[in-house]
């Protein structure tokens, strides 16, 4: 049985970080990609940051580079975000994603349609305060 679980979200002061984590089983992860996505109310899904689970190639959104780190654990089968930084802009529901592999990391972040053979989580709130 396929399971992808968030966890970290929070509540944070602007210039605050948090790590939010993200558990994929039941999953080859070798042949996925896992990225994170975010979601604010009235605004479009965003591609934060994707990473290639084999080979760790990375992709990141323009705005979060420099400020996130993304990262994986292959014993712990765990994918992070390490987010520091934080703004109120970056307040939004956090999802995780597991998506069946072949693509550069950017194009799974950036694709404007569905992800095909994908397994989302159920997303894990953040909000960041002024």
């Known amino acids: 049985q396929v399971q992808v679980v968030e966890s970290g979200g929070g509540s944070v002061q602007a210039g605050g970080s948090l790590r939010l984590s993200c558990t994929a089983s039941?999953?080859?992860?070798?042949?996925?990609?896992l990225g994170w996505f975010r979601q604010a109310p009235g605004k479009e899904r965003e591609g934060v940051s994707c990473?290639?689970?084999?080979?760790?190639?990375?992709y990141y959104a323009d705005s979060v580079k420099g400020r996130f780190t993304v990262s994986r654990d292959n014993a712990k089968k765990t994918l992070y975000l390490q987010m520091d930084g934080l703004t109120p802009e970056d307040t939004a529901m956090y999802y995780c994603?597991?998506?069946?592999?072949?693509?550069?990391?950017?194009?799974?972040?950036?694709?404007?349609?569905?992800?095909?053979?994908?397994?989302w989580g159920q997303g894990t709130q953040v909000t960041v305060s002024p």
């Open positions: 994603v597991a998506v069946l592999g072949g693509w550069p990391a950017r194009d799974y972040c950036t694709a404007s349609t569905q992800l095909p053979n994908s397994y």
């Open positions: 039941g999953l080859p992860l070798d042949d996925y990609a």
């Open positions: 990473i290639l689970w084999s080979g760790g190639e990375t």
